[in-house]
């Protein structure tokens, strides 16, 4: 549920993004009829069993596929355990590279797939590992196996892991509403619209986007800082990847904190997103 309602909190699509996105649903076939101008971040959540030419593309004559649908947008892949491993592992270049390129005798072709994943899994095979409500009966050797399913490599490229508890289902039905979507698309609006200010000269416009030499340029930090970043790398075995998508998050956290700075909290917060690099 989580998941699905991301699309309601995510920053307006620029003219230009919409425009782009138009042209990649243009090109596929799907636009709507009756509204054939793509205005708001897709949200693409293909089923385990999608083949590898739907989720990258592909085709006697090349067809975007689900990671170009979701462009600036969102691809949210759920059960992530239950989708065939090499499709997965497809996705780590697009991850990097923000684009896929589909070779063909005759051709090759490149479409844009900058999305955002969002993938849910569970703790172990029964689910209930670490739950309150009932006893996980999986063999560590079981667990195991089963996060295994997901490589290290795919691991490290997404910038956030987080462990959620099951919700008793009186809570699910409570009335209490802590912040609106609405209130939340605002900060995120406002913190979109400082980081592209701030990238103005710099040809990007997200935290997300900064290369090593901007990070530098953008994310100092105190001494004091610098050496928790340092003792987590070491006592996480952290890659250098990771390191570096702490300090991204951590700079968008202290942006949707109005700050300018990059604090203590922010940090420590970034860092403990990355919960399954604990798991050896
Ligand atoms: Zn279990």
């Given at each position: 549920m989580l998941s699905q309602r991301i699309q309601t909190i995510l920053p307006d699509m620029t003219f230009e993004e919409a425009l782009e996105v138009t042209k990649i649903h243009s090109v596929s076939g799907i636009?709507?009829?009756?509204?054939?101008?793509?205005?708001?971040?897709?949200?693409?959540?293909?089923?385990?069993?999608?083949?590898?030419?739907?989720?990258?593309?592909?085709?006697?004559?090349p067809k975007p596929g689900e990671i170009?649908?979701?462009?600036?947008?969102?691809?949210f892949l759920d059960e992530l355990t239950e989708f065939n491993k090499n499709n997965i592992e497809l996705l780590r270049g697009p991850l990097e590279d923000r684009k896929i390129t589909i070779s063909r005798l005759?051709?090759?072709?490149?479409?844009?797939?900058?999305?955002?994943?969002?993938?849910?899994?569970?703790?172990c095979p029964c689910g209930y590992y670490g739950s309150k409500e009932k006893e996980c009966r999986c063999t560590p050797e079981q667990i195991k196996r089963y996060l295994q399913k997901i490589s290290g490599p795919i691991l490290d490229r997404i910038d956030m892991h987080i462990e959620v508890s099951g919700v008793p289902y009186k809570k699910l039905k409570g009335t209490e509403?802590?912040?609106?979507?609405?209130?939340?698309?605002?900060?995120?609006?406002?913190a979109r619209k400082v980081q592209i200010n701030r990238y103005k000269n710099e040809g990007?416009?997200?935290?997300?986007?900064?290369?090593?030499?901007?990070i530098t340029k953008y994310c100092s930090m105190e001494k004091a800082n610098t050496e928790l970043l340092e003792k987590?790398?070491?006592?996480?075995?952290?890659?250098?990847?990771a390191y570096s998508k702490i300090i991204k998050v951590a700079r968008t956290i202290a942006d949707l904190d109005n700050s300018k700075e990059i604090k203590t909290q922010h940090l420590a917060e970034a860092i403990q997103y990355r919960s399954l690099d604990r798991i050896e």
């Open positions: 636009l709507s009829k009756k509204n054939p101008f793509v205005s708001t971040r897709p949200f693409r959540s293909p089923h385990h069993t999608v083949s590898r030419t739907s989720l990258v593309g592909g085709g006697r004559i170009s649908l979701a462009h600036f947008g969102v691809l005759e051709a090759s072709i490149t479409y844009p797939a900058n999305f955002m994943l969002i993938a849910s899994m569970n703790p509403m802590i912040e609106t979507s609405e209130e939340v698309r605002k900060r995120v609006n406002e990007v416009f997200s935290n997300s986007e900064l290369t090593p030499k901007l987590s790398f070491k006592k996480l075995h952290l890659s250098a990847r």
